[in-house]
């Protein structure tokens, strides 16, 4: 089992203290969130955070959890990409997207909310054939280019993992990711067949600070492979959980 730490910031100074905390605990991954327009809750642009926690850091790996890929074009995104993972040394391995499900974020930036699926499909082929280098063309239903050649290529293809708790989430996965990272509270059953249809090796899961080591052991049982802690700006909790998981 892996582990990682996932933190919502808007403090410069606890984003670094966070970051630098989890990688001298052993943590493996850093995870931040993404909106881009939520009433009254503050989210730093993720992209721009991480890069701030890559100088900052040495080994630890960066991730997003999500990435609400639908709102973002990918010419643009795949440029800030990869620039973060050869500014990082190859850090920026634990990319997760999502769809959104808040209609009014997709109206603010002009996608049409019922869309959002499809767009994100389009959106990680694009990706992936960009960081090949070039020059490539697309011609697809929402993105369109010829002859593109993208620069900097990641120093390493970069994986994706799909964020989501639902089918039409499970078969994304399947069909274009690298890993599948369920949210919500899902009956056993339920998530069960969606692990079914996701069919990655990749399973990452939600933990929590609390969770004793017979319980992540009877997570890995299920074939979970990495654990998202939530963290907020109680450093003491990190510590206490890697040193109940013997992460040192």
């Not at 050869?86 to 109206?107: F, K, Q």
């Not at 993992?161 to 949210?183: E, L, Y």
Request: net charge negative.
């Amino acid at each position: 089992m892996r582990f990682a730490v996932h933190h919502r910031p808007t403090d410069p100074e606890l984003l670094v203290a966070v970051a630098r905390h989890a990688e001298a605990c052993g943590f493996e991954g850093f995870y931040v969130p993404d909106h881009l327009t939520m009433e009254s809750v503050p989210f730093l642009d993720p992209l721009d955070a991480l890069t701030f926690v890559a100088a900052s850091t040495d080994r630890i790996l960066l991730g997003t959890g999500v990435l609400l890929l639908p709102y973002r074009h990918p010419v643009i995104l795949a440029k800030r990409l990869a620039t973060i993972d050869v500014l990082s040394r190859g850090r920026m391995r634990l990319l997760t997207i999502g769809v959104g499900n808040i209609p009014a974020e997709a109206a603010a930036v002009g996608v049409d909310f019922s869309t959002r699926g499809r767009r994100a499909d389009e959106a990680i082929d694009v990706l992936r054939l960009l960081w090949t280098g070039g020059p490539v063309s697309y011609h697809g239903e929402f993105f369109e280019f010829d002859d593109l050649t993208s620069f900097p290529t990641p120093l390493a293809p970069l994986p994706i993992h799909v964020g989501g708790a639902s089918h039409a989430a499970a078969r994304r996965a399947a069909a274009r990711g690298d890993g599948w990272f369920p949210g919500g509270v899902l009956p056993p059953e339920e998530r069960a067949l969606q692990r079914d249809l996701a069919g990655r090796s990749e399973y990452t899961r939600w933990g929590s600070p609390e969770l004793t080591r017979d319980q992540v052991e009877a997570l890995a049982e299920g074939g979970v492979t990495r654990l998202v802690i939530p963290a907020g700006d109680d450093l003491d909790e990190l510590t206490r959980f890697a040193e109940r998981m013997q992460m040192a």
